[in-house]
């Protein structure tokens, strides 16, 4: 099935507002019964257990998490956002996600003093922003 037919983007708009419908009852269920749900638990057995790390990237319109192997470094973990990132990749700017918390923002969290540049290595669940080189196009003869 083609990904962009207007049937499945109502598709996709039907499941989305299902989802939401489903959260909310949870979330409703839990606080009448005064009861908390059991999912961010069982996500974090499922990455400990499958070996799985985390890491955020952020835009101006989105923050996304990216699932990576345990001990990934961060040229590969670049890859999973975009095989270029990987070829070309200088160096990863990190920050702690508790720091962004605490500073709010992340011009705060320069201001710190927080905000580090990495070579390789970075930690679970850390902000990353990759710096990297474009690699040159091939060139048509």
């Known amino acids: 099935m083609n990904m962009h037919t207007p049937a499945d983007?109502?598709?996709?708009v039907v499941n989305q507002v299902l989802l939401w419908l489903l959260i909310c009852?949870?979330?409703k269920h839990c606080t009448e019964h005064k009861t908390q749900s059991a999912l961010s638990r069982i996500i974090k057995a499922g990455y400990a257990a499958l070996l799985l790390e985390y890491f955020f990237t952020t835009g101006p319109d989105e923050v996304r998490a990216w699932t990576v192997r345990k001990g990934t470094k961060a040229p590969q973990?670049?890859?999973k956002i975009h095989t270029d990132f990987e070829k070309g990749f200088i160096m990863a700017e990190v920050m702690k996600f508790q720091d962004f918390k605490e500073e709010g923002s992340e011009n705060a969290v320069k201001a710190a003093g927080k905000y580090r540049q990495r070579g390789r290595n970075?930690?679970?669940?850390?902000?990353?922003f990759f710096k990297f080189n474009t690699p040159?196009?091939?060139k048509k003869k």
């Not at 970075?122 to 990353?128: A, K, L, Q, S, V």
Request: aromatic share 10%.
């Open 25 to 27: 009852t949870q979330q």
């Open 136 to 138: 040159n196009a091939q």
């Open 9 to 12: 983007n109502k598709h996709f």
């Open 122 to 128: 970075y930690e679970d669940g850390d902000i990353i």
């Open 77 to 79: 973990a670049a890859e």
